[in-house]
């Protein structure tokens, strides 16, 4: 029957259990979810518990085959594949973080509670594995920039990425904030053709979630494919991530980021938001056409006309802003070779990304939702997993069946959930 010893419900049901609690905003929903949908009467703590253990389970196995993918030798971890993996035409690798809270009960009492409740935020790790097919072109099959990247239609947007505002906004942040773009704005110009998804999520160091998804993408082919990209906001950590993981593949700016960076540079070098939409267009054109450089010398000049900023100058100054973004762009010119991607048919943005990120905290993420260091690493990785494409939850429970012989396993599942 494929019964485990400690099993209380048959395998299928077992399945739907997991499911609805993983896919569900709560365990309550689930429960609620199995009585309306499946007519099963099963608690909330029931489905908690049930997650939990097989939740410990697929990070186990996954660290199995993280091990056996560390001891091979570095070409076949650069292009080698499982025998029986077809590899994806492209294979893009995206990264991000997202937001959820761990409490520790074990916090002393004396800590002010609204310094504790600041402390319960962390960052969970999130990586999307895309599996693409897509054309390759002798010459750039888009040179001209879309309308849809142009101010009327993206201008909203980018505010939003990268906290540029319109006059008199006060934001401190020094990094744009994550921001998808729906995949119908982008659709005029040529781009690769989703084929697959694989979805990694873990609240891990970024050091040990890189090892984590390195071993993933080989698992699914991705080292043996000939047109490999990583596509990023840019952001110190993920491009450490990208040299130290993937530095086979080629790395993309995307370029939604970028063009924040231009947005807010016009605004902060024009009088009003007239010329600086003529401006941003000027810029946005060039960055499409591969021509950071002229918008670097651009900025450097504007940069002389206003003056370096001084040391305790606020975020918002436009001294600064101007200083940011040619910052920003002398760091990432190199990845922001846009013509060139076009030609070889890799994607130019990481919407998919920053869609999964939201994805993943769905389930994760709330003001009231707290989660054990052991739960929420559970949480992470099994709705990563449902989120697949090539339902990796399916293969588990088909082998669960398959090796239950009746017998009691003993062993410790410490080691493979610890923080």
């Known amino acids: 029957m494929g019964l485990g010893v400690d099993d209380t419900v048959s395998p299928r049901v077992a399945a739907k259990m997991v499911r609805a609690g993983t896919m569900n905003v709560s365990f309550a929903e689930a429960s609620d979810d199995l009585a309306t949908l499946a007519d099963l009467s099963i608690s909330d703590e029931r489905i908690r518990r049930l997650c939990a253990h097989v939740g410990r389970d697929r990070i186990e196995q996954q660290a199995q085959l993280q091990e056996a993918y560390c001891a091979k030798t570095l070409p076949e971890r650069c292009h080698g594949k499982p025998a029986e993996m077809e590899p994806a035409e492209i ?6 973080g997202g937001r959820y809270q761990v409490l520790d009960r074990g916090a002393s009492s004396t ?5 504790r409740k600041s402390e319960h935020w962390k960052e969970s790790r999130i990586g999307l594995l895309a599996g693409m097919s897509g054309e390759q072109y002798d010459c750039d099959p888009h040179p001209e920039l879309p309308a849809a990247l142009r101010y009327e239609a993206i201008a909203e947007k980018l505010s939003d990425i990268g906290k540029t505002g319109t006059q008199g906004d006060s934001s401190d942040e020094a990094e744009p904030a994550s921001c998808s773009a729906p995949a119908g704005d982008l659709d005029e110009f040529p781009g690769p053709d989703l084929e697959s998804r694989s979805v990694v999520a873990s609240g891990h160091t970024w050091e040990e979630f890189g090892a984590l998804l390195a071993s993933q993408a080989w698992y699914l082919g991705f080292a043996a494919s000939l047109r490999k990209v990583f596509v990023s906001d840019g952001s110190a950590t993920i491009e450490k991530l990208h040299q130290t993981h993937f530095s086979e593949y080629t ?18 070098v024009c009088v009003n938001e007239a010329a600086a939409r003529q401006q941003y267009d000027l ?3 060039k960055i499409w056409q591969g021509r950071v450089h002229d918008v670097m010398e651009e900025l450097a000049t504007h940069q002389q006309r206003l003056g370096e900023p001084p040391p305790d100058v606020g975020s918002t100054d436009p ?4 200083r940011t973004s040619l910052v920003y762009y002398e760091n990432h010119a190199q990845r922001m070779n846009y013509p060139l991607y076009r030609r070889k048919g890799f994607p130019l943005t990481s919407s998919l990304m920053e869609s999964m990120v939201k994805q993943v905290s769905r389930r994760v993420k709330g003001s009231e939702k707290y989660w054990s260091q052991q739960g929420g690493e559970v949480m992470l990785r099994l709705r990563g997993e449902y989120l697949s494409d090539h339902d990796p939850m399916g293969g588990y429970w088909t ?11 003993y062993r410790s599942h410490a080691s493979s959930i610890s923080p």
Do not use: F, T
Not at 91 to 96: E, I, L, P, Q
Not at 319 to 322: E, G, L, N
């Open 251 to 268: 790395s993309v700016l995307d370029i939604l980021h970028a063009l924040a960076y231009s947005l807010g540079a016009a605004r902060a």
């Open 399 to 409: 082998r669960r069946a398959r090796l239950a012989n009746g017998m009691r396993n």
């Open 319 to 322: 001294r600064q802003v101007v």
């Open 111 to 115: 800590s002010k509670p609204s310094a």
């Open 283 to 285: 810029w946005a054109e």
């Open 91 to 96: 294979a893009c690798v995206m990264a991000d």
